[in-house]
T-cell receptor, first 115, second 111 residues
Framework: GAVVSQHPSWVICKSGTSVKIECRSLDFQATTMFWYRQFPKQSLMLMATSNEGSKATYEQGVEKDKFLINHASLTLSTLTVTSAHPEDSSFYIC???????????FGPGTRLLVL | DAKTTQPPSMDCAEGRAANLPCNHSTISGNEYVYWYRQIHSQGPQYIIHGLKNNETNEMASLIITEDRKSSTLILPHATLRDTAVYYCIVNPSSNTGKLIFGQGTTLQVKP
């Protein structure tokens, strides 16, 4: 149980385009999902907290207009990187919070390369 | 949020127990200790968590000191597939589960 998927697993795009990443909880409902970013040889950095049916809460320094988050259902959250630039190239990871277990379960990550 | 201190790296022989320490001297009474690991190029994997009692599951054991200022994750019989970065994180259970990752410990299991 507690499986989280992400799609796509990797994506290459041109600078200036937008990319959407999906995060799904497959066997449980998650009122709260989180989005992280990880650069090579660094730890995970929390970008935002996504609550179903409400606006996401962004961490300091993360541009909400650039990283659009939608959490339309209890099993799906999406992260859209708008007007992507090469410096947005990174490993994006989502997690879903399972209440009752008070535990986050992570997706496999999406590797984004912006050319 | 309480912060944690972990050694940057450790080695362990295959088949032996791996004991990964974590200091969290500023932990609050309602904060849990969580352990996750990240194998290269994958998302983090939940291992175990606890409040003050020792915990054991199919993956590992968590030993928390009586004053709760430190803990040890024990992998009883390490295998090569346990090579990963291990993160110790403290987190209050009353919130939505927000986790702040430090640098973790890179565990290298050697044959």
């Amino acid at each position: 149980g507690a499986v989280v998927s992400q799609h796509p697993s990797w994506v290459i795009c041109k600078s200036g385009t937008s990319v959407k990443i999906e995060c799904r909880s497959l066997d449980f409902q998650a009122t709260t999902m989180f989005w992280y970013r990880q650069f090579p040889k660094q730890s995970l950095m929390l970008m935002a907290t996504s609550n179903e049916g409400s606006k996401a809460t962004y961490e300091q320094g993360v541009e909400k207009d650039k990283f659009l988050i939608n959490h339309a259902s209890l099993t799906l959250s999406t992260l859209t990187v708008t007007s992507a630039h090469p410096e947005d190239s990174s490993f994006y990871i989502c997690s879903c919070y399972l209440q009752g277990q008070e535990t986050q379960y992570f997706g496999p990550g999406t590797r984004l390369l912006v050319l | 949020d309480a912060k944690t201190t972990q050694p940057p790296s450790m080695d362990c022989a295959e088949g032996r127990a791996a004991n990964l320490p974590c200091n969290h001297s500023t932990i609050s009474g309602n904060e849990y200790v969580y352990w996750y690991r990240q194998i290269h190029s994958q998302g983090p994997q939940y291992i175990i968590h606890g409040l003050k009692n020792n915990e054991t599951n199919e993956m590992a054991s968590l030993i928390i000191t009586e004053d709760r200022k430190s803990s040890t994750l024990i992998l009883p019989h390490a295998t090569l597939r346990d090579t990963a970065v291990y993160y110790c994180i403290v987190n209050p259970s009353s919130n939505t589960g927000k986790l702040i990752f430090g640098q973790g410990t890179t565990l290298q299991v050697k044959p």
